[in-house]
């Protein structure tokens, strides 16, 4: 499976904790996968986090159609009004079950399926890699109970990307959320989950993945718009270094690494928010937290690794070096170890799956000596470092160049850990990364 902590059901969905990552207004009652609506003026169900390559698409059951039936299922901007059904305003469309009609960023809908009734499954998913339709565009499209209905609807990419909508209009209407997957467009079938090494990530938005899943590139509009791709894996004693190699630098060489708390915004770049930090190629500067970077004083260009690592304390490692992966070492498997549970804001469920994927990522570890060039300690201001999220605990990462450190930084540990962040912010930007480089 493709997401830690997944509870992969035997049709392939994986389920959004939608206590967690829904937004909705109090007059929307959310019971487990249930969503219903009390009455009174519209009401706008969103995800707070936006479709992607990895799941594009998702999907709902009708089990109460209310006074109107008036249910919409739809996509658009992040800060699409909590006030308007899917495909009333710009950057989103949207099918509504009680008159089969596509409404496209316009308060007046065309012909374009059937209606819908209570026991009709109905989705909505978006193309990310349609031919055919130009740059920065995508087709958003729809089904009915496993067919795709009405036509391919080509869209441009809203700069944040496009976020997963329900609309309920009356009282009493009332759908079960299924879940999210990976399917393509005009396709009956669901995509498979492990697509080469896209199983390494967990959410992404805004970047195209290349065949091997770990090469990407920009696919934002650079316009204020930021791709990022968050690791399935968090750091820790036995995994605790990742690199970066630039491919690309674009148009400005935005490129990110770090790493951030699991439910880390994928609208900003890493440190541009208190959930995250990270080193960006093109100034030197390190953030952590609110967008302010304090300099390192090495940038890095095309051709360069960029690396960064979580400095193990001796209570975790049982030495002050920094650990690694040596050429001759394998990973150790063992079947009885006992996985800590992990935070689940995206009702990911079951550790079974989870218990597998951290098994690979148990590595011997071997001590190194490093010899640091330029090393130098960096004192960000104390309301600039990351968020601990109810959490006290601090941790010292580090940011190589090339395989040399050339800085560390002290951050707070979120509950649950910290996630590796791969973001980039101009058009042009592609990188390929390693998440098992021999030294670190």
């Not at 260009?301 to 690694?324: F, H, N, Q, Y």
């Not at 570890?365 to 959490?391: C, D, F, G, M, Y």
Request: hydrophobic share 35%; charged share 25%; aromatic share 10%.
């Amino acid at each position: 499976s493709p997401f830690p902590n997944t509870n992969r059901m035997e049709d392939g969905w994986v389920k959004v904790n939608l206590q967690k990552r829904l937004k909705y207004p109090p007059s929307i009652t959310v019971s487990g996968d249930v969503i219903s609506s009390a009455g009174g003026p519209l009401f706008l169900v969103k995800f707070v986090d936006p479709l992607s390559p990895l799941l594009n698409y998702f999907e709902y059951v009708i089990e109460d159609v209310g006074k109107e039936a008036a249910i919409g299922i739809g996509v658009g901007e992040r800060k699409y009004s909590m006030a308007a059904m899917p495909g009333w305003n710009p950057n989103s469309c949207g099918y509504h079950a009680d008159d089969g009609k596509l409404f496209l960023e316009a308060g007046r809908g065309a012909d374009f399926a059937e209606t819908c009734a209570v026991g009709d499954n109905v989705g909505c998913g978006v193309d990310f890699d349609a031919e055919g339709v130009g740059e920065g565009y995508v087709n958003v499209f729809f089904t009915k109970n496993g067919q795709q209905v009405g036509r391919l609807v080509k869209m441009k990419r809203p700069v944040h990307g496009f976020y997963p909508m329900i609309g309920l209009h009356s009282g009493g209407e009332k759908v079960r959320y299924r879940g999210h997957s990976r399917r393509q467009a005009g396709s009956v079938a669901q995509l498979p989950m492990e697509l080469g090494e896209t199983h390494q990530w967990l959410r992404s938005n805004g970047v195209r993945f290349h065949e091997d899943g770990l090469s990407l590139e920009y696919a934002g509009s650079g316009e204020m718009d930021v791709g990022v791709a968050q690791s399935r894996y968090r750091l820790s004693a036995a995994w605790h270094f990742f690199e970066v190699e630039i491919l690309h630098t674009g148009l400005g060489a935005a490129i990110y690494i770090g790493a951030g708390a699991v439910i880390f915004p994928l609208h900003l770049c890493p440190g541009h928010d208190p959930k995250g930090f990270g080193y960006r190629a093109g100034d030197g500067c390190v953030y952590s937290g609110l967008g302010k970077g304090t300099p390192l004083g090495v940038t890095c260009t095309a051709g360069d690794r960029m690396g960064c690592g979580l400095k193990v304390p001796p209570d975790e490692s049982g030495t002050t070096e920094d650990v690694s992966l040596s050429e001759d070492s394998e990973p150790d498997y063992d079947e009885d170890m006992q996985v800590e549970p992990e935070p689940d804001p995206f009702l990911f469920g079951g550790d079974d799956l989870f218990r597998r994927a951290r098994l690979v990522q148990q590595l011997r570890r071997h001590q190194i000596v490093r010899k640091p060039v330029a090393q130098r300690k960096l004192l960000a201001p104390k309301e600039k470092t990351l968020s601990t999220e109810q959490n006290d605990k601090k941790c010292v990462v580090f940011f190589t160049k090339n395989g040399e450190v050339i800085g560390e930084t002290e951050v707070g540990m979120p509950k649950g850990g910290l996630y590796p962040l791969v973001a980039m912010a101009t058009r042009g930007e592609q990188v390929r990364v390693n998440f098992h480089p021999l030294t670190g």
